[in-house]
Structure formats: structure tokens, C-alpha cells
């Protein structure tokens, strides 16, 4: 299905899901696209497209298939050419993209933490005893375990609506969603509370929209090279390296953050036991040109340390 507001052909197409926060990414890329070139409104067009991750429910994504679920069909449509682009969330996307296919540009990266979706409490700290907390993400059910063993975790997909609503009919003590897509869809004021990064480091690439393309289309190239957000790229290109030496899939509740301050980059890293019983971390500090080479560095070291079998290779 295609969205578009005139007669005329669009000169892009964006490829995206059809969640509420999936449309908000693209129609967000569109608008920043437009206003960059100085588009009209029907120059740019959404194709909503289906993905596997979308129709799997009722089982964890490390049993499915892993993050390729999320990005599959409309990678198959982008090389096809029945789009041009396609918007992601830079957490879903796999390491590894088709031949073909490339990260084009990042749109500026909102907050990386993660937000508590509670009724009776305002931190993790603060639930019951023995709560049941709702999450379909292995980082997430590890970082809670480790602060909180006695909890309960419980799997829990869908959208981001579904997901705060199975907690306001009580049939969870809690989730855990990322705040940037809450604020983006003017959710932020259901959250609990913010949870702090030292106590809850964000998955690689969390926050932040990931812009791909086909590698040999010069003119989309040039067309998202005017709204990359450059900071953001850095970041990612040390977290994206950090995930692909570990061969993070879903399988390994993985964690991983890069600030830049200046031309310094600062990235932490950590791999935990799913149970949460222990974390392994590396730190790395260096120039922002290297940040691909200091993510790899800090990925390569954690892999020399870990404990055989913990990234469930």
C-alpha cells in the first residue's frame, strides 16, 4: 500500500512497517527529506510493507529467525526497486544487510534510556515483590534480574500501545519500552520514570533511525546525505562494530552505548548471563575517527574474556 497526497509520481519511496512508531520514523524521514530539498508534499511517498517479525507473536524473535525478521521483505522490495529507501529502528536492524544494501544516514538519536511502564511503582526498585514484568528483549530481562532476581519475567510482544496496555488492565506489574519511541509518539507521560544507564545500558543502537538504500543508487545517496546526522553515524559505527564482532543477534542479551564529547568518543560495552547472574565489560576512549575501530577493538577484547558458550554460538 502506498501513501501519497498528489497525482504525480513521488521521486522516493520509503519502505517501512506499519506500527504506529514505524509510520512515525518514516513520515519523520519524509519530512526532513522535503524540507531539506525544498520537496513538495507528494514528492516523497510511504510503501507500508509486512515483515516477518510483524506476523511472529507468540514466541521470542532468538527462536524465529533473530533481527532479520524485522527488515527481510523490505530489504527483498528495496533490491527489487519497488522502493527506494527504507526506515528502521537502528536496534532491530541485523549486523549483516544483503549484498546491495547499505546504512545511507542516521536521523539525530533521542534519548537512549529505557523507560519503567508500572502502575504501583516508579522504579524497578520499587515493585512488589515477585513482580511479573513483561519484555521480549534478553537485555532487558537480564539487567532486571540483576537488579532484581526475585522478579518474574514473562514474554511480551506487540506495539508499543499493546504493551502499555497489558500493564494498565493489570495483567503485568510491569514492561520496559525504549523512551525515545514513548516521546515520539507522545507516550512519555505513561512512563514510570527514566531508568538510569548505570544501572541500564540501552541496546546497541537504541534511539536512533536508521535510513538504508541500495548501495549503487547514487541519487538517493545524495539525496539522505543532506539530513545524516553525523554524531549519530559516529556513535553507531562504534556500537554497530562493537555488536557484529559478538555476532549479536537476539540470542545474548547485549549492551552497548557511544557518546561523543568533541572529537572524543567514550563507548561501554557489556554482555550478560540471561539469568543476569553476571556482566562482562569493556570500556574504550578514543577519537571520533576511529569509532568503527574502537567499537571492533572493544568487541574483539569482551570475546577474549567471555566464558565459552555465553554468546550461544
Avoid at 520514523?25 to 507528494?42: F, I, K, M, V, Y
Avoid at 569493556?282 to 570475546?303: F, I, P, S, W, Y
Wanted: aromatic share 4%.
Amino acid at each position: 500500500m502506498t501513501a501519497t497526497s498528489g497525482g504525480r509520481e513521488p521521486v522516493l519511496k520509503i519502505g517501512t512497517r506499519g506500527s504506529p512508531l514505524a509510520l512515525w520514523q518514516a513520515n519523520e524521514t519524509a519530512s526532513q527529506l522535503r524540507q531539506a530539498h525544498g520537496w513538495p508534499d507528494d514528492a516523497v511517498a510511504l510503501e507500508i510493507i509486512k515483515t516477518s517479525g510483524d506476523m511472529i507473536q507468540d514466541r521470542p524473535l532468538s527462536q524465529a529467525g533473530g533481527k532479520g525478521l524485522f527488515t527481510k521483505e523490505i530489504d527483498i522490495a528495496l533490491l527489487e526497486g519497488r522502493i527506494d529507501l527504507a526506515v528502521h529502528s537502528a536496534k532491530d536492524m541485523p549486523t549483516r544487510f544483503p549484498d546491495g544494501i547499505v546504512i545511507a544516514a542516521y536521523l539525530e538519536r533521542e534519548d537512549v534510556r529505557d523507560a519503567l511502564i508500572a502502575r504501583d511503582a516508579k522504579t524497578l526498585m520499587e515493585l512488589r515483590p515477585n513482580a511479573v514484568v513483561g519484555t521480549a528483549s534478553l537485555r532487558r530481562q537480564a539487567l532486571v534480574k540483576r537488579l532484581r532476581p526475585d522478579i518474574e519475567t514473562t514474554l511480551l510482544r506487540g506495539n508499543v500501545e499493546t504493551r502499555l496496555g497489558k500493564v494498565e488492565k493489570g495483567e503485568l506489574d510491569a514492561t520496559l519500552l525504549a523512551g525515545a519511541g514513548l516521546k515520539r509518539l507522545g507516550f512519555a507521560h505513561r512512563a514510570a520514570g527514566l531508568i538510569p544507564l548505570e544501572q541500564f545500558p540501552p541496546a546497541i543502537g537504541q534511539g536512533a533511525i536508521a535510513i538504508t538504500c541500495r548501495t549503487d543508487d547514487q541519487k538517493t545517496l545524495a539525496a539522505l546525505a543532506k539530513i545524516n546526522h553525523a554524531p549519530t553515524a559516529i556513535a553507531l559505527a562504534a556500537e554497530r562494530a562493537f555488536l557484529t564482532v559478538l555476532d549479536g543477534s537476539c540470542r545474548t542479551p547485549i549492551a552497548g552505548h557511544a557518546t561523543l564529547n568533541g572529537d572524543m568518543l567514550n563507548f561501554h560495552g557489556l554482555v550478560l548471563r540471561t539469568d543476569g547472574t553476571e556482566v562482562f565489560e569493556v570500556k574504550r576512549h578514543g577519537k571520533t575517527t576511529d569509532a568503527a575501530a574502537l567499537g571492533h577493538d572493544a568487541g574483539e577484547e569482551l570475546a577474549r574474556t567471555l566464558p565459552a558458550g555465553i554468546l550461544g554460538h
